[in-house]
């Protein structure tokens, strides 16, 4: 099979031939094949925080609509959260959604195992055994809930290190943040909504990294939000401590203004997040720290809610946001169309560091000979609308509907074979 005419990484046209799955050959090569129509060719996308709600939450998403609308967004491979139900904190529900994965996959999944049992942070969950399971389990966390216990964080650290694992942190001082509702400011003040404090965050990543120092172990940050937790990890980094971060979409281009000026008036839950959208001078932080590599990654926190969920109150909605399909859109508006990131950058932050903080084999490989083929086409040309009706998300709490963002994912490869073509899932 050969790609024709494509840019690789934004760069001259060349073409791609794929055999077996593999990228055979790079350049100016003879044959019909695909007109890529001078697309760009960025390297499957890899998400280290993906929501796929299965088992348990099915009227939310499936591993099957889950990895539809990752493949939509130009992602090969998600790492699959723990927070399902029953939690995967054991060998067996590990091995249940990379069976689910393989089977039902529109990208690879790799499951992500809890830290502690039912992610309740009272006792380690059977880490060795998710790792040493069918689902080679690399990524441990307890998100949506924060590993408080510094004990227990010492040990999770301690035992990762037997299997080359990482613990991924959700950073949120549980005692700092009890009824929390928006960033603790203005405008959290002026709605009357009890305030989420930025140092309710960075306290837990700051004892985190010594931690890890500490025991010489691999700390990964889960969706940074705050210009002072920046700071921290910078700090972390500067020691040669093995600290990674991945910062959200959304906390790159929405702050806490707009649960006061959204388009239909204040208090709109679609915004309501955890950890909670920030404010403007965060975002400059977050993005210029995501340039330089202080923030290694870009992942999404996909995570579907169903409609009576997110259509209430603000006090009593769910926290969360869907993302996959929308997230290279929304690193184009805040990194490559303002110069912070080019193209490469983007592959970088989006497919390679993503892959390697998960120890993914297959994944986040240059657009080169011998490379497994895992390939994004995408338009930066396209402009449009927002419209979550066509998403193939089976939830549709997106906060950019209605807005304008760029670009387009025309087609993605998995291992040389089509999952998305023309915009739609194949
Ligand atoms: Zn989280």
Redesign the pocket.
Known sequence: MLIKNVRILGGEAADIRIENGVIAEVGALSGEGLDGGGLIALPGLVDL?THLREPGREDAETVQTGTQAAARGGYTAVHAMANTSPVADTAGVVEQVWRLGQEHGHCDVRPVGAVTSGLEGKHLAELGAMADSAAHVRVFSD??KCVSDAVLMRRALEYVKAFDGVVAQ?AQEPRLTEGAQLNEGVISGRLGLTGWPAVAEEAVIARDCLLAAHVGSRLHV??VSTAGSVEIIRWAKSKGWDVTAEVTPHHLLLTDACAEASPVGPYNPIYKV??PLRTAEDVAALRAALADGTIDAVAT?HAPHPVEDKETEWGAAAMGMIGLETALSVVHEAMVETGLLDWAGVADRMSYRPARIGRLPGHGQPLEAGAPANITLYDPSARAEVDPSGFASRSRNTPYVGMTLPGRVVATFLRGRPTVLEGKLV
Request: net charge negative; glycine share 12%.
């Open positions: 925080h998100d949506g959700h889960c969706h955890n950890p926190d």
